[in-house]
Structures are given as C-alpha cells and as structure tokens.
C-alpha cells in the first residue's frame, strides 16, 4: 500500500464539471465524469475522476483444446510424462 501527497501552487486552477457519454459495437456503452472543485479562500484543490463500462459480451467464444495455456502453442500429445 502507498500514497502521497503532492502540494502545488497553482493560482490558474478553476473549479470544473466535465461529463461524457458513447455508445459503441456490442451495445457498449461508456459514461465519464470528472470534476475539480478549487476554495478561492485556501487554495485547496479537489479532483474526483470516475467511469462506467458496460458491454454485451453473451456471444460464444470457440477455443481449440489442444493449444497449451498462455502460449498459443500445440499440446504434444504424444510425449510420455515419466521421466528415466
């Protein structure tokens, strides 16, 4: 676990809302938001991001069996596993 904590001083920073929407193949939908709200008074800054994705993914995947996993290699069926 970290964090940190980054203290700038930045007298151009305004206070925003910016807020986004799209549609796309496999009825995927994307909803952004993003926010910066800046006290005049102090100087303290506040920046909250976030986002939502949402796809159809029901259609069938087919995959070949004789592939070994992670590699995209064919299985050798034929090798013996004992060791001499």
Known sequence: M???I???TNKGAKSYLDASYSIGSFNTHRLSLNTQSVNDTTGLMFKLTGFYNYSDNDYWMHSNQN???R???PMD???SS???
């Open 71 to 73: 590699s995209g290699y």
């Open 6 to 8: 980054n203290m700038v």
């Open 82 to 84: 004992k060791r001499a």
């Open 77 to 79: 069926r034929t090798a």
């Open 2 to 4: 970290g964090g940190g």
């Open 67 to 69: 592939m070994m996993p």
